[in-house]
C-alpha cells in the first residue's frame, strides 16, 4: 500500500459547525421545542410553535438568512405572517429591525424563563393536497448570539396520519400523524429537511457489503409517479457503490436522497450532509419518460457528490457558525463546478448516462459557453462573488450578462485540470486522486472542514506536479480569449463540432426544459442567436449575433417567417433556405403593440453542437467515464 502525503495541510477545522449523529433523546431543559403543523394540506399552510427558554432581559431572534446550499441571503422572510410572542398567556411585543429584516427585538419580562412563539408560512412552491417537503429553516427562529451548533431543538412534525415520510432525522415516536423526532442542535435541523406523502415509498439502496445505509426515499402526487424502472434504479445503486469507489470515505452516518416527484411544486435540488432535497423538473413523468429522465438524471448524483464537496469540505467563505453572518462565494468554481464535474461524471460511471448522453450534455454546455459573449467582459471570479445576485435572474440578454457560470464553466475547467493531470502523469494519476486524497479524509465524520485556494493549490500539486495556481488565475479571473474554455475537451481526445441533427440531450432540453433558461422552446442560438419559448416569445438573443444586429430583442413574438405563420419548423426551413439561396431571413416580430418586419443576415445554415474523436489522441474521455468496477 502506498502511503500519500497529506493533502489539506493548512485546512481549518471548522470544529463549529458539527452535527451530532446521534442526539440524546432526553433533551436537557434549554431545548427548544418546535411544532410544525399541516392541519389542511390543500390550503398549504404550515403552522409553527416554539417553545423557547429565555433569561429575562433583552432578546433577539433571528430567522435564518443565508442557507448553506443557496449562496444567498434568500431567507423566505417575506412569507411569514401572524408572528405571535407571548410567556405566561400574556403577549411581549417585538419590533423588527429597522436595518436587518431578518432580526426581531423584544423585552423577556421579569421571572419568565421561556416564551412561545407562533407564526403561519404558507408554503405553495413545497406542498400539495398530497405531499409536502419540510425545510426547517422556514419554520423557526433562532436566539442571537450563539452558534447554531449549541441551539439544541427538539422537533415535532404534525401531518395526515395516512403519510408516510423520509428524513435522515431519528425518529422518537410517532403516533398517528405526529411524529416526535430526537433533538439536535439547529444546524443539524436545517440540514435534515423532510418528504411526507400519502403516496410515499422507501428503497434500500446500501451495498451488500456496507453496513452504512443509504435509503432512495419517493414521494409523489400519485402512485404511478414512483415507478422507478429496474434500470433505473440498478444506476442509483451503482451511483453509491462509484461514489464510494471515487472518495474511498462517507461522511454522515446514513444517507437518504429525498426525491419529490410532482407538477406542482417547485424544482431543482439542495444539498445536504446526509440526504438530498431534490425535486424532479421531470415531476411525475421522470420515471416514465426518457427525455424527462435524462434531463433529471444528474441530480440526484450533483447533490450526494456534496456530500462530500460542499458539505464535508466547503470552502472557507462559505461556512459561518450561524445563518445570519454573510457568506462569500468566491470558492464556488470548486464548491459547485467541481460537484458538477464529478457528479455528471459519476453519472455515467453508474449507468444513470450513457457515455454518449454525457457527451451530448457537455457539447451543449460547451457550445453555450463558446456563445456566451459576457465572457469577454466579465471573468468567471466574478460570477463566484456575486453569485446572490445571478441566481435567478432573468433569462434575457444572459448569454451577455452572465448568470451561474461557475457551475457548467467550473466542469469544463475541471475537465481541463483531470485530462491535464493524465497527460502530464503519463495516465498515472487522475482527479479521482485529487478527490480521494482532498475529500476523503476523516472517513465516517460530517463535521465540517474549510479550505481555501491555496488548499486546493496543493493538493493538486501532491497528486501532479504543476504550475496550478497560474492556470487556475488565469481561468478565473481572465476574459475572452485568455481562457481555454475547449482545452479540456481537446485533451481529452475529443473535439466540439457541429452538425444540422440536435443531439437527443438538445431534443430534451428543447421539449422538455432546460436546466440553465428555465422554459423549454428553440435553441437556434448557434445559429441566428435567438432561443424562443414554445409560445413564440423570444427568451434570449445573442448579443452581436445575427438576430441582435437585425434589431430582435428578448420578449418579442415572433409571429411570421418569410412569410409563413411562425412554428419551430417554418423557422428552421428558412434557415436551411438561406443558406441555400443567400437571402436575409425576414422574421415578423411584436412588441408592445407594435409588429414590424427584421431582416435576419445568417447564412451558415442549422448549427446544433456534438462532441466527436480526434483519431491518433489518447481517449482520456472514455477513461473518465468507465465504470470503475
Not at 415507478?227 to 464510494?244: D, H, S, T
Request: aromatic share 12%.
Amino acid at each position: 500500500m502506498k502511503r500519500w502525503p497529506s493533502l489539506v495541510g493548512a485546512v481549518a477545522f471548522a470544529a463549529s459547525a458539527a452535527c451530532v449523529a446521534h442526539a440524546d433523546t432526553n433533551a436537557p431543559s434549554d431545548a427548544v421545542a418546535l411544532t410544525v403543523s399541516l392541519p389542511n394540506p390543500a390550503q398549504k399552510v404550515l403552522y409553527v410553535h416554539e417553545t423557547m427558554p429565555v433569561a429575562p432581559g433583552k432578546l433577539t431572534l433571528y430567522y435564518p438568512k443565508y442557507i448553506p446550499g443557496d449562496h444567498a441571503p434568500d431567507g423566505p422572510i417575506g412569507e411569514m405572517m401572524g408572528l405571535e410572542i407571548s410567556a405566561g398567556g400574556k403577549r411581549i411585543a417585538w419590533q423588527r429591525d429597522p436595518v436587518d429584516m431578518f432580526t426581531f427585538h423584544l423585552e423577556v419580562p421579569a421571572g419568565v424563563d421561556s416564551i412561545d412563539i407562533s407564526f403561519q408560512f404558507p408554503d405553495t412552491d413545497r406542498i400539495t393536497p398530497n405531499l409536502m417537503d419540510l425545510t426547517w429553516d422556514h419554520v423557526a427562529l433562532y436566539r442571537a448570539g450563539e452558534p447554531t451548533k449549541d441551539q439544541l431543538f427538539r422537533p415535532t412534525l404534525e401531518m395526515p396520519a395516512d403519510w408516510g415520510y423520509g428524513t435522515a432525522l431519528e425518529t422518537e415516536a410517532r403516533d398517528g400523524g405526529r411524529i416526535r423526532f430526537k433533538p439536535v442542535p439547529f444546524n443539524t435541523l436545517v440540514d435534515a429537511p423532510v418528504i411526507a406523502g400519502k403516496h410515499f415509498r422507501q428503497i434500500d439502496v446500501t451495498p451488500a457489503n456496507s453496513s452504512v445505509h443509504r435509503w432512495l426515499d419517493l414521494v409523489g402526487d400519485s402512485e404511478a409517479a414512483l415507478q422507478i424502472k429496474p434500470e433505473q434504479l440498478e444506476g442509483y445503486r451503482n451511483l453509491v457503490v462509484q461514489a464510494q469507489d471515487l472518495f474511498h470515505s462517507h461522511h454522515y452516518t446514513n444517507y437518504h436522497f429525498l426525491l419529490t416527484l410532482s407538477d406542482y411544486t417547485s424544482v431543482g435540488g439542495l444539498e445536504h450532509h446526509q440526504s438530498s432535497d431534490d425535486r424532479a423538473r421531470g415531476g411525475s413523468h421522470m420515471f416514465a419518460d426518457p427525455g424527462h429522465f435524462l434531463l433529471d438524471g444528474s441530480l440526484l448524483p450533483h447533490e450526494y457528490t456534496h456530500s462530500w464537496n460542499g458539505k464535508f469540505m466547503r470552502p472557507e467563505g462559505l461556512w459561518q457558525p450561524d445563518f445570519e453572518q454573510p457568506q462569500i462565494g468566491d470558492g464556488l468554481w470548486v464548491y459547485e463546478g467541481l460537484t458538477v464535474y464529478l457528479g455528471d461524471m459519476l453519472t455515467a460511471r453508474s449507468g444513470l448516462w450513457s457515455a454518449q448522453d454525457w457527451r451530448d450534455a457537455v457539447a451543449y454546455r460547451a457550445a453555450a459557453f463558446a456563445h456566451r459573449p459576457g465572457r469577454e467582459w466579465r471573468p468567471l471570479s466574478d460570477t463566484t462573488r456575486a453569485a446572490q445576485l445571478v441566481y435567478g435572474g432573468d433569462p434575457a440578454w444572459v448569454n451577455w450578462r452572465r448568470t451561474t457560470d461557475f457551475y457548467r464553466e467550473g466542469q469544463l475547467l475541471w475537465l481541463t485540470v483531470d485530462t491535464k493531470i493524465r497527460a502530464l502523469s503519463h495516465d498515472k494519476y487522475t482527479l479521482d486522486d485529487f478527490a480521494q486524497r482532498f475529500f476523503g479524509k476523516d472517513d465516517g465524520s460530517y463535521v465540517t472542514r474549510t479550505y481555501s485556494f491555496d488548499d486546493v493549490v496543493a493538493g493538486l500539486n501532491a497528486v501532479q506536479p504543476w504550475d496550478w495556481a497560474k492556470f487556475l488565475h488565469g481561468w478565473l479571473d481572465g476574459v475572452g480569449d485568455q481562457v481555454p474554455l475547449l482545452s479540456g475537451i481537446e485533451q481529452s481526445g475529443w473535439k466540439l463540432v457541429y452538425t444540422d441533427t440536435p443531439s437527443r440531450y438538445q431534443d430534451a432540453v428543447e421539449n422538455v426544459g432546460p436546466e440553465e433558461l428555465g422554459p423549454s422552446g428553440v435553441d437556434e442560438t448557434f445559429s441566428v442567436g435567438l432561443f424562443i419559448r414554445h409560445d413564440g416569445r423570444i427568451m434570449d438573443v445573442l448579443w452581436q449575433g445575427p438576430a441582435f444586429k437585425a434589431g430582435l430583442a428578448p420578449e418579442m413574438t415572433l409571429q411570421a417567417v418569410d412569410g409563413h405563420a411562425y412554428s419551430p419548423r417554418v423557422l428552421r426551413d428558412a434557415i436551411v433556405r438561406a443558406q441555400k439561396e443567400k437571402q436575409p431571413i425576414q422574421i415578423r416580430a411584436q412588441i408592445d403593440g407594435v409588429s414590424r418586419t427584421y431582416a435576419v443576415d445568417y447564412f451558415g445554415g442549422l448549427k446544433y453542437p456534438h462532441l466527436v474523436r480526434v483519431a491518433g489522441t489518447p481517449d482520456y474521455l472514455s477513461e473518465i467515464l468507465a465504470a470503475k468496477h
